[in-house]
């Protein structure tokens, strides 16, 4: 089946280009679109497409808002921006959006950030991912939380990106076996997804530059 799509943005050109690009792919269609937050919200709920691309600057509600709004549903928010700021990424992090990527990274990677987010994986621009959480990290916590050898490894891997198939190639694993220590993770620490588990990762240190 299509992965179903709603693109939120107040820029009506990007909003074509976006359409234009994930209706060409075999596996996705837009059902949708948005020119400000409070419309993507409402008609996310409305309608329940799979993924939610999402600006960060838009009328009504920002990015930010739509992924806090939808968090807990079955809808997938990805933050597409021009705006790479820290506090963009780490907010997204901390609000459960299931990727976080600039529009200059080109379709291939809004694409793969689509797919990711569908195989329940995260994608976030590779010049934002090392740079931001080396220079500034999140705010320290303290890791009261007790994990097995393996799930370190796995958490680790996590923080840094890696979707379920990297990380189950380089620690020997299936990617079942992944997906079951990360199932537990979430359990462990609370978390919503993967994305709320790099978040905690790097506030309690288990994850550093």
């Known amino acids: 089946m299509s992965t179903r799509i709603l693109i939120a943005d107040d820029q009506e050109g990007i909003r074509s280009a976006f359409r234009m690009i994930l209706d060409a792919q075999p596996d996705m269609t837009v059902v949708a679109e948005a020119a400000d937050g409070r419309t993507a919200i409402d008609t996310a709920k409305a309608i329940e497409p799979d993924v939610v691309l999402a600006d960060i600057r838009m009328p009504g509600a920002d990015g930010i808002e739509v992924a806090r709004a939808l968090a807990g549903t079955d809808i997938h928010v990805v933050i597409v921006t021009t705006f790479g700021l820290d506090e963009y990424v780490h907010a997204a992090l901390r609000h ?3 990727g976080f990527i600039l529009k200059r990274s080109g379709p291939t990677l809004l694409i793969e950030a689509i797919r990711a987010a569908m195989n329940g994986d995260m994608l976030i621009s ?7 959480l080396r220079r500034h990290g999140l705010p320290r916590q303290t890791p009261n939380v007790v994990l097995t050898e393996r799930e370190d490894e796995v958490v680790a891997l996590l923080a840094y990106g890696r979707t379920n198939a990297e990380i189950a190639a380089e620690l020997f694993l299936s990617p079942g076996t992944v997906k079951n220590h990360i199932a537990a993770i979430q359990r462990k620490t609370g978390s919503r ?11 309690t240190g288990r994850a550093e530059p």
């Open 193 to 203: 997804n993967r994305v709320a588990i790099a978040a905690w990762a790097w506030a």
């Open 126 to 132: 590779p010049q934002l991912t090392v740079r931001l």
């Open 96 to 98: 459960g959006a299931a």
